[in-house]
């Protein structure tokens, strides 16, 4: 079965303190990774793909297949990133293509 | 572009009523997924559509819901007699191509409460 573990609902981190997410997933096959934002009063938005190996807003995620894990980290917070964090697993085989999103993290970064 | 349009925002329902739920996509996308958030729980898959063809529906309800995108005008999530269970945001998503990057374009949601 298909499953997304996001196992903390609420972290606060100080400004300036490193910052992780966790993520794990239980999928089958090879699933791409996505990690999405949702800032105050905005949208659910992608913040970042595992298949990018991008750094974005600071940000990084590295996809961990033997502890099917996909993290996402930030070496120091700002009070900009308190948001709520959604990881979500996609399956890459042809016509399975939605996301399933984990429960979410609230991000709180205390100044 | 206006990014993917919901309406309404907030609907207000009693218990045995309909509910409609409109989106529409952005401009040139031609994919639309459903989801419902449930207080204090994670976003969950309802149903994905391209125009005129539901691709994948595992997630809806069996009884009551039901979802439709028609060659023109906007994706309808209908919900029969709805019950106070039926309380929820629902949020719709588009995305302009099957197999792409995998970024889908979020609406800002339906509230939906029944009383």
């Known amino acids: 079965a298909q499953r997304v573990t996001q196992p903390e609902k609420l972290l606060s981190v100080f400004k300036g303190a490193p910052v992780e997410l966790k993520c794990n997933y239980s999928y089958s096959g090879s699933p791409e990774l996505f990690w999405y934002v949702q800032y105050s009063r905005q949208r659910l938005q992608l913040l970042l793909r595992h298949i990018s190996r991008e750094s974005i807003k600071g940000f990084t995620a590295d996809l961990n297949k033997g502890e099917t894990s996909f993290h996402l980290k930030k070496p120091f917070a700002q009070e900009e990133d308190s948001a709520m964090y959604y990881c979500a697993p996609k399956g890459a085989n042809f016509g399975n293509e939605k996301l399933t999103f984990g429960t979410g993290t609230r991000l709180t970064i205390i100044p | 572009n206006a990014g993917v349009m919901q309406n309404p925002r907030h609907l207000v329902r009693r218990r045995g009523q309909e509910a409609r739920l409109r989106c529409s996509p952005m401009?040139?996308?031609?994919?639309v997924y459903w989801y419902r958030q449930l207080p204090e729980e994670g976003l969950k898959f309802m149903v994905y559509?391209?125009?005129?063809?539901?691709?994948?529906e595992s997630g809806m309800p069996k009884e009551r819901f039901s979802a439709e995108f028609p060659k023109e005008g906007p994706s309808i999530l209908r919900i029969q007699q709805v019950v106070r269970g039926d309380s929820a945001a629902y949020f719709c998503?588009?995305?302009?191509?099957?197999?792409?990057?995998?970024?889908?374009?979020f609406g800002e949601g339906s509230r939906l409460t029944v009383l």
């Open positions: 998503a588009s995305s302009p191509l099957a197999g792409n990057t995998g970024e889908l374009f």
């Open positions: 559509l391209q125009k005129e063809n539901i691709i994948d």
């Open positions: 401009k040139g996308h031609s994919h």
